[in-house]
């Protein structure tokens, strides 16, 4: 409905700002002109398009629409916007958990590249979906699984308040209990924190490090947390405070990490002088892209326990990553973390959106699904799934009224999650998306709250 968005109403000392649906498009209204925004005079107002130099003066305006730092706070979600359209249906969602604060803005490299992004224009979506609701609470912006000092600058360039490091270049694969013995080289300094010593961690949980175990934890993270507090001390470090949230992410392995290993991170963290807000390890089972987790729960809860307790210990959050849709594990995420945890979510907004293309235009879906099944060999490079194509139903036989069904299944939900990219960067289809989204924008915010906020009541439920 075209008209002014009345939570955007702001009142400054020389007139107001606001944000009105010009029916294709939002614009920014302005008859304060002394703000720096740039528009198009009409009348006594300036009538101003949603651009990066606007949002740059918007936050300069209005402190709430800039990011801050979240991580601090109890419990925390990131909530990844890849279409730069979901974030007015994740604040309606936080509205009705107000105990839980967001990262609207949350992108990784990887994701900005294949949806051909920036992280101002993240930034930016975020901003003026916070000013449209009037959303003051306060919001992340998290440059997400950063692997280079030249990526991480970009981020804290762009005003991103989090850095998640990702590690994963500098961990050791291949290291098992027969080769260890071969591959290790003296660590003479780490042998004598850790060689031949047992830990108490508090909480029932202890650690140990016989020769064997040592050897193989050094030689898959030492170079990892070195190359953790280097970007740490040059990037983030500053006398004044930190200039972010900081999360050393050691998830994106083949191998889960064990409590004695993350206990070694922790450590190490802490003697070389890093302030993790977080660190996500790489836990047991599997957490893939949009699906529940698969795995033996129990041992799952055995081992989180034990994780939870390290981060306590240490003083900093556990972060849980792939959180989208793992409803089966939320509950022992709340309850053994005691309700302080970050966990980060990304492409469920996108599997709503296009849920929601399948139940108002099937012919839309039908022409994306047969994109996304030719598409899926090329995006599977970048993700870690275990899709069986053969699994997902015939489009032929299935009505119309059975499309939405799909959602329910895993493998065609994968299949459309992982695409996402390949979808969006296919101009026939892209201006179509984005027309029927804006077309039925209640629906789409209505479908993103109430998918965020199971995510939170089952996290809540521990």
């Known amino acids: 409905m075209k008209g002014i968005y009345p939570d955007s109403v702001r009142e400054t000392a020389n007139g107001s700002v606001m944000m009105a649906n010009l029916g294709d498009r939002d614009a920014l209204i302005a008859t304060d002109k002394t703000l720096g925004f740039a528009g198009k005079a009409v009348g006594d107002r300036l009538e101003c398009e949603l651009t990066h130099e606007n949002a740059v003066a918007l936050r300069a305006a209005f402190a709430f629409t800039a990011p801050v730092r979240v991580l601090t706070r109890e419990r925390t979600l990131g909530v990844g ?146 190359f953790a507090a280097r970007i740490y001390h040059e990037k983030i470090a500053s006398p004044s405070g930190d200039r972010a949230d900081f999360e050393m992410s050691i998830d994106e392995t083949a191998t889960p990490t064990t409590p004695a290993e993350h206990f070694f991170v922790a450590s190490e963290l802490d003697r070389l002088g890093v302030h993790a807000a977080s660190v996500a390890p790489r836990f047991c089972g599997e957490f893939q892209k949009g699906i529940d987790y698969i795995g033996d729960l129990s041992q799952f809860e055995e081992e989180l326990k034990a994780h939870a307790a390290i981060a306590r210990r240490f003083g900093y959050k556990l972060s849980i990553h792939s959180g989208s849709d793992k409803f089966s594990v939320f509950p022992l995420i709340g309850k053994e973390t005691r309700g302080r945890f970050h966990v980060k979510t990304a492409g469920t907004n996108w599997l709503q959106a296009v849920l929601l293309i399948a139940e108002r235009d099937p012919k839309l879906y039908r022409e994306v699904h047969a994109f996304a099944l030719k598409s899926f060999p090329e995006a599977r490079k970048y993700y870690h799934v275990t899709t069986d194509l053969a699994k997902v139903p015939d489009l032929s036989d299935l009505s119309d009224a059975q499309l939405p069904k799909l959602f329910e299944q895993n493998d065609a939900r994968q299949l459309i999650h992982i695409t996402y990219g390949l979808i969006l960067n296919e101009p026939r289809l892209r201006e179509r998306l984005y027309a029927a989204w804006r077309r039925d924008a209640d629906a789409l915010d209505a479908l993103v709250a109430t998918h965020i906020e199971r995510h939170m009541k089952a996290l809540l439920e521990g």
């Open 81 to 226: 916007d890849r279409l730069g359209i979901a974030t007015p249906g994740h604040i309606r969602a936080f509205r009705a958990f107000p105990g839980v604060s967001p990262v609207f803005a949350q992108q990784s490299i990887r994701e900005l590249t294949l949806t051909n992004r920036t992280f101002d224009d993240v930034l930016d979506a975020a901003s003026f979906s916070v000013f449209r609701e009037g959303f003051t609470e306060g919001f992340g912006a998290d440059g997400d699984h950063l692997k280079t000092p030249k990526e991480v600058d970009y981020a804290l360039n762009c005003g991103y308040t989090m850095i998640t490091l990702d590690c994963s270049e500098h961990i050791r694969s291949g290291v098992t209990d027969e080769n260890c013995a071969a591959l290790y080289e003296p660590e003479p300094e780490l042998e004598k924190l850790y060689l031949d010593r047992t830990f108490e961690v508090g909480e029932g949980v202890r650690v140990s490090f016989d020769e064997r175990a040592f050897r193989k934890t050094a030689l898959v993270y030492a170079d990892a947390v070195r």
